[in-house]
Nanobody, 111 residues
Framework: QGQLVESGGGLVQPGGSLRLACAPS????????RAWYRQAPMKQRELVAT???????NYADSVKGRFTISTDNAQLTLYLQMNSLKPDDTAVYYC?????WGQGTQVTVSS
């Protein structure tokens, strides 16, 4: 049974950038749509960005123009490039491949 391993979170100042990565470990098929979600303290988990296997992307209004979802050439590792980060972006970020979720990685935006 496969798992998803996330990396790239951390502490960054407002206006800074981070790149999150989500890689499969073990046997895991790639679903048609993969996504990044986030959950801030005391808030519900929200969809941040999606990427389909034919290259279509969608973003939450709050991150449009600042975040980019992508994969590597082998379409295995899923990335989330986050630029112009704001304190409101502070959350635990999760990648999702169908029924499989990553363990979450903390992103904190603070001066």
């Amino acid at each position: 049974q496969g798992q998803l391993v996330e990396s790239g979170g951390g502490l960054v100042q407002p206006g800074g950038s981070l790149r999150l990565a989500c890689a499969p470990s073990g046997r895991l098929s790639i679903p048609y749509a993969r996504a990044w979600y986030r959950q801030a303290p005391m808030k519900q988990r929200e969809l941040v960005a999606t990427l389909t296997s034919d290259g279509n992307t969608n973003y939450a209004d709050s991150v449009k123009g600042r975040f980019t979802i992508s994969t590597d050439n082998a379409q295995l590792t899923l990335y989330l490039q986050m630029n112009s980060l704001k304190p409101d972006d502070t959350a635990v970020y999760y990648c999702n491949w169908g029924r499989t979720w990553g363990q979450g990685t903390q992103v904190t935006v603070s001066s």
